[in-house]
């Protein structure tokens, strides 16, 4: 795979998820969208580190429409112009398999027509890279950072190694689940996302946190509490109260042998 820019490595830091996390994620979710949406928060957390960046995931299957599930609205607004507009960087991931690296969107000749599509989003830099979904299926991890230093060659490589760990978790949500009708789908993608963007808002003005931090706790509520994020989301507009910070130094690295 290429990059647009020529600079991809398969070197790098590897930040993939444990075969148990996104399991966990996929036992969890009651539908392929809810399953998608908490892939893409998860991801955007997991992938922060050192800048923030913002995370979709687009899935086509069988020629029907494309489904995406996004960490924030300003990603799934990158990814829904491309759409409008039949071209963008993670179409052409997707339906090219191949990784693309968009350095500078708002000089790029290539995406030009793109670039202006969003030009009020504050986004400067994209990195797509394909997901193998399987037969009859087709997918992309689209990133989005807001300023051109982002994607470094150690981030790209780790984002293709975070991309390729998830291909056999996809291709199990893709079988275990059936697609909804299109308008229930969306109606239930919509809802859930409002639901967790709210909850993250509120983490954010409590903690004085950024968006990463706060879904990295939610996330990890989620699976000490073995609840769906939704839920999660929900239980914290309702006012349940946030874990005490100075109660847990560190992630853990050992949670010891699952029953």
Known sequence: MAAESGHLSTSGQNQAPTPEQLQDLLLESPGFDEFLLELTVFS???LAAPDPMLCAITVERDG??????SSSDKAKQMDEKQYGIDDGPCLTALREDRTVLVEDLETSPRWHRYSQAVATEGVQSVLAVPIDAGPNAAAALNCYALNMSTFGTSTIAAVE??????SRILRLALRVHHLPAQQDRLHTALQSRAVIDAALSLVMSQTRGSREEAARLLHEMARSSKQ???QIATDILNG????DPSADEGPSTDRGPRQ
Do not use: E, F, N
Not at 161 to 166: E, I
Not at 240 to 243: I, K, S, T, V
């Open 44 to 46: 955007a957390s997991k």
């Open 64 to 69: 029907r429409p494309a489904t995406v599930a």
């Open 161 to 166: 190694s975070y991309s390729a760990s998830l």
């Open 228 to 230: 769906q994020l939704k």
């Open 240 to 243: 349940a109260a946030l874990p």
